[in-house]
Nanobody, 122 residues
Framework: VQLQASGGGLVQVGGSLRLSCAAS????????MAWFRQAPGKEREFVAAFSDGNTYYSDAVKGRFTISRDSAKNALYLQMNSLKPEDTAVYYCAAGRPITSALRTPSQYRYWGQGTQVTVSS
């Protein structure tokens, strides 16, 4: 299984970015897919997930970020709008089996992409 994240960059406060994650080697439709992020000196935190036909968001990004996927392309996306300096982090896509309800926990995901840096300047 390989996950390849892309689309990060430098953006000003209030701007937008769209992250992409290309997945291979897994059954995309039956997998739980998620985005996490990690800022310097902080733990990896949940951002959004797509599981069992439903979407889930952290309170920090709800209303600003949108997770979506294209099963035909085995691709996962994260549209990020109204970006804030506190959104600055390395963003990771992750995949796993929807075995438990703990979809906000990093340890529930077996596969991880390499991360893409998002920097929001004020």
């Amino acid at each position: 299984v390989q996950l390849q994240a892309s689309g990060g960059g430098l953006v000003q406060v209030g701007g937008s970015l769209r992250l992409s994650c290309a997945a291979s080697g897994l059954t995309f439709r039956s997998s739980r897919m998620a985005w996490f992020r990690q800022a310097p000196g902080k733990e990896r935190e949940f951002v959004a997930a797509f599981s069992d036909g439903n979407t889930y968001y952290s309170d920090a990004v709800k209303g600003r970020f949108t997770i979506s996927r294209d099963s035909a392309k085995n691709a996962l996306y994260l549209q990020m709008n109204s970006l804030k300096p506190e959104d600055t982090a390395v963003y990771y896509c992750a995949a796993g089996r929807p075995i438990t309800s703990a979809l906000r926990t990093p340890s529930q995901y077996r596969y991880w992409g390499q991360g893409t840096q998002v920097t929001v300047s004020s």
